[in-house]
């Protein structure tokens, strides 16, 4: 059986994780990005991610198979309860279930950190990625037509949405990550996703 670990990014994992980004960037439209960051620029990225939200890291046997982050979804204060989510796994680990693994981790810690709606915009026609999110319990909730231009043709995105509790009235403004990076109940959250991946 395969090890497989489920852990928080650090600024060093730049390299690794822009290695399966990379392929995105140069091969499809799933990501907007026209060019290819440093790792230094990414690393950055990565430590700018977690001073407010999870940035998770799959690894099986060693090797980085995955990743997966949230952020936010706009600037305003109104929508500081809402988050944007995003994963790239490497096309070898494709079917292994680590984008449900690792979305499970987001979805549980964005909802321990006080967070009430994420979102997901998929570069359309994407039919694995709409029947991904579809199956993990999203709702469409529009489409923006025509929205990016890449490799040579208009693209649309078409975005989902998933209800992380009930609405309530007057909310607490979200934590920061770093207040339940390394408890236990998040080190719990990251051992439970993984047993999705070893089944």
């Not at 390299?15 to 980004?21: D, F, G, K, V």
């Not at 939200?53 to 952020?71: M, N, Q, R, T």
Request: with cysteine; aromatic share 16%.
């Amino acid at each position: 059986m395969s090890k497989v670990r489920i852990r928080v990014a650090t600024p060093k994992d730049g390299a690794a994780l822009l290695n399966i980004y990379k392929w995105y960037i140069e091969n499809t439209a799933i990501t907007f990005e026209t060019e290819v960051p440093s790792a230094e620029v990414f690393g950055q990225r990565i430590e700018n991610t977690l001073a407010r939200f999870p940035w998770l890291v799959c690894e099986i046997d060693g090797v980085v198979a995955g990743y997966a982050y949230a952020s936010k979804h706009r600037e305003r204060a109104a929508y500081q309860w809402s988050a944007d989510l995003s994963i790239y796994v490497d096309e070898k680990y494709h079917r292994r279930h680590i984008a449900k693994a690792l979305y499970q981790v987001l979805e549980e810690t964005l909802r321990l950190l006080g967070y009430y709606t994420a979102f997901a915009g998929v570069t359309t026609p994407n039919p694995k990625s709409e029947a991904f999110h579809a199956a993990y319990g999203f709702d469409t909730v529009g489409v923006f037509e025509n929205v990016g231009y890449k490799l040579g043709q208009w693209w649309g995105v078409k975005w989902f949405k998933y209800a992380l509790t009930d609405y309530q009235k007057e909310p607490t403004t979200p934590q920061a990550f770093p207040e339940v990076a390394g408890t236990e109940i998040f080190e719990k959250i990251l051992r439970d996703a993984e047993e999705i991946i070893n089944r």
